[in-house]
């Protein structure tokens, strides 16, 4: 049974501050991982994807790797802002799984101005 | 293509009553997915659904929760007899064609559902 976890479960930086935010996943026979953002009481924001062939995937200020034969993957947040405070989410996609995603509980992240 | 749709926003019930959630995938889209997110606990699978088919309902509970996908018309998730413990937000994914390796999932904004 596939078990992803994050760390740390909440993280609190000023604003400017380069931060990592850490996902495991048990099962390496992934088909991608996805991470996601969600904002108090609203729905998520798929923020990048990375094929299980991927290393890593970037979207301006993010970037996202991925080590599947150790489990992990790690978002990179370059130059916080405080309009990135929100939930960061990890899901992946396990083979044999009628392609259904499996969730972290997610980074309660808070960028202070 | 205005994404996943899923009404109403927010859903307040008694106890005992019960609770209609919709979802509308994206146009073009047959493949629905819905997701319980309790509070303090990550999001939790529930259902997958194809056009006028269940798939996999390995995360439903056994009793008083119940999906279809009609062919024509959204898809409705059904609690019946809601309890307290109900209380969470629901959310839709849907996709076009098992090409999630390459896609991923675009979800709706969810609904909330508070049982008084």
């Known amino acids: 049974k596939q078990e992803v976890t994050q760390i740390p479960a909440a993280l609190s930086v000023p604003e400017g501050e380069n931060l990592v935010l850490n996902c495991s996943f048990t099962d390496s026979a992934i088909y991608n991982l996805q991470w996601f953002r969600q904002d108090p009481g609203k729905g998520l924001t798929s923020l990048l994807l990375?094929?299980?062939?991927?290393r890593e995937q970037t979207s301006g200020r993010l970037n996202a790797s991925l080590d599947k034969s150790s489990g992990r993957s790690t978002l990179y947040i370059a130059a916080s802002q405080p309009g990135d405070s929100a939930t960061y989410l990890c899901a992946v996609i396990s083979g044999g799984s009628n392609y259904k995603l499996t969730f972290g509980k997610g980074t309660l992240l808070t960028v202070n101005p | 293509n205005a994404g996943v749709m899923q009404n109403p926003r927010h859903l307040v019930r008694r106890r005992g009553q019960e609770a209609r959630l919709r979802c509308s995938p994206m146009k073009g889209h047959s493949h629905v997915y819905w997701y319980r997110q309790l509070p303090e606990e990550g999001l939790k699978f529930m259902v997958y659904?194809?056009?006028?088919?269940?798939?996999?309902e390995s995360g439903m509970p056994k009793e008083r929760f119940s999906a279809e996908f009609p062919k024509e018309g959204p898809s409705i998730l059904r609690i019946q007899q809601v309890v307290r413990g109900d209380s969470a937000a629901y959310f839709c994914?849907?996709?076009?064609?098992?090409?999630?390796?390459?896609?991923?999932?675009?979800f709706g904004s969810g609904t909330r559902l508070t049982v008084v």
């Open positions: 994914a849907s996709q076009a064609v098992l090409a999630v390796d390459n896609y991923g999932y675009t």
């Open positions: 659904l194809q056009k006028e088919n269940i798939i996999d």
């Open positions: 990375i094929q299980s062939s991927q």
